[in-house]
């Protein structure tokens, strides 16, 4: 399993290299984000020993459960006590990625690195409180997810409400806005995908420069496994690739 997967990380690598000259962008610039939601724990393990540390999940149950697991392989890891400690193996980084209910904040707010669809002023004054509570000795970061889209999607706000809702969340001491987030209709049309994806690098673009948001403001989560090389070309900084990544 480990080669397939390693090599399927080298084509989209590849893949993610060419579309980067295109538009002139350096591959530094480029995050590959891996989505693990059809995979077990195995799977995960296998990314981390090729050195792919960020992993994103979209339901709360299945991060939980699966973060769990890889911490106890981690654990597991360290030498004895009585042997000279080992340096612990790297922990990945969790994303969550897909739809957030807030009462089940709570149990991910203390390891998620990122939180890529934060898409109301209730969720976020939810988890600005709960981390309060929980004491975190860090910000929050969070992605605002735009439907950038001309289709109807269920979730992420409209383009025209993200700087009020921006400005209403900066004001939330316990979390950070570092970007934005989107998802592509699901259609073959690529002049419809460019179309989203063009609209939600401008929207950003236009928050940067009317500092929204503060200087970690630099994040465009966008792309997956169909439609990646487009995002590259619209600017994308992180991609969430699941199928790509396994098949
Ligand atoms: C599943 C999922 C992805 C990855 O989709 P693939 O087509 O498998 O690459 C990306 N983003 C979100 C929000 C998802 O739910």
Redesign the pocket.
């Known amino acids: 399993m480990i080669e397939r997967i390693s090599e399927n990380i080298k084509r989209i690598q590849g893949t993610i290299g060419e579309a980067c000259v295109r538009s002139n962008r350096s591959t530094d610039d480029v995050l590959l984000v891996a989505?693990t939601?059809?995979v077990e724990v195995d799977a995960i393990q296998a990314l981390l020993k090729l050195g792919q540390l960020d992993v994103?999940e979209?339901r709360v149950q299945e991060l939980s459960d699966k973060y769990e697991a890889i911490e106890a392989t981690l654990d597991r890891r360290i030498a004895p006590p009585s042997l000279t400690p080992r340096p612990k193996p790297p922990a990945p980084n969790w994303h969550m990625?897909?739809h957030l209910q807030r009462n089940k904040v709570k149990p991910i707010l203390p390891y998620v690195h990122m939180i890529?669809?934060m898409d109301s002023l209730r969720l976020a004054e939810e988890i600005n409180t709960t981390a309060a509570r929980l004491g975190l000795d860090h910000k929050v970061k969070i992605l605002l997810q735009v439907n950038a889209g001309q289709e109807k999607q269920k979730y992420g706000l409209a383009v025209g409400a993200m700087i009020p809702l921006a400005e209403q969340v900066a004001t939330l001491p316990n979390l950070e806005i570092v970007g934005l987030?989107t998802?592509a209709p699901l259609t073959e049309d690529q002049k419809k995908i460019r179309f989203c994806f063009e609209r939600c690098r401008e929207l950003f673009e236009e928050m940067q420069g009317e500092r929204v948001a503060g200087p970690a403001f630099k994040h465009l989560s966008m792309g997956?496994?169909?439609d990646?090389e487009i995002a590259v070309e619209c600017g994308a900084t992180m991609l969430?690739?699941?199928?790509?990544?396994f098949a």
């Open positions: 989505v939601k059809s994103a979209s990625i897909g890529h669809s987030m998802m997956m496994s169909q990646y969430r690739i699941g199928t790509a990544l």
